[in-house]
Each structure stands twice: as C-alpha cells, then as structure tokens.
C-alpha cells in the first residue's frame, strides 16, 4: 500500500505562481511513475505532468513551458511547479503514484486561478 498526502494549492492571480507536493508513504520503494492528474469542475480527469522514477518527464501540451515536475526519491516526494498560470488551471489537482499496475491518488488539492 502507497499513501499520498498533497500540499501547496490555493488561490492564485493570472500570473502567478504555486508549487504542489505529494509526500509518498509505506511501499515507497515499489513505487515507479509518479504524476499530476487535474479535474476541473464539469470535466473529467485529466493528465498533467508525469515523471518517470529516473526523473524523465512528460507534460500535456496545455502546460508545457508553464510547469515543471519534478522528484526527490530520497524524500519520497513529486513536486509541481506551476508558473504563469491561468483562469483555466483552475481545478482540484491529484497526485498518483503507480506501483507495476496498480494507481494509488492522494485526497486532491484545489487550485483556483482568479482575479
């Protein structure tokens, strides 16, 4: 069993800025991709940045050149770093983790881009 615990979401101006984690616990060591997953309000799940265990990422096209994903094994923790963001980031964002092909999420934190 892996156990997902997100951080770092809030409310945000067009613009700016925020940084998620996802701290990872128990089977931590059976754990490969790691990623961010987003639903917004009326739209179903969608995938956002995934990072492989050697750091190799991969983003949506709706975010490449505005987020960065990143890893830190040691500490068993995926950040996202979100820069310029925008009104339609705006969502509940989920952290996964994927043990051979089994998905494990975290509880989801909310984002909200607004003026």
């Known amino acids: 069993q892996v156990q997902l615990v997100e951080s770092g979401g809030g409310l945000v101006q067009p613009g700016g800025s925020l940084r998620l984690s996802c701290a990872a616990s128990g089977s931590i060591f059976r754990i490969g991709d790691m990623g961010w997953y987003r639903r917004a309000q009326d739209k179903e799940r969608e995938s956002v940045a995934i990072i492989t265990r050697g750091g190799n990422p991969n983003y949506s096209d709706s975010v490449k050149g505005r987020f960065t994903i990143s890893r830190d094994n040691a500490k068993n923790t995926v950040y996202l770093q979100m820069n310029s963001l925008k009104p339609e980031d705006t969502a509940v964002y989920y952290c996964?983790?994927?043990?051979?092909?089994?998905?494990?999420w975290g509880q989801g934190t909310q984002v909200t881009v607004s003026s």
């Open positions: 996964n983790a994927k043990v051979f092909k089994a998905d494990y």
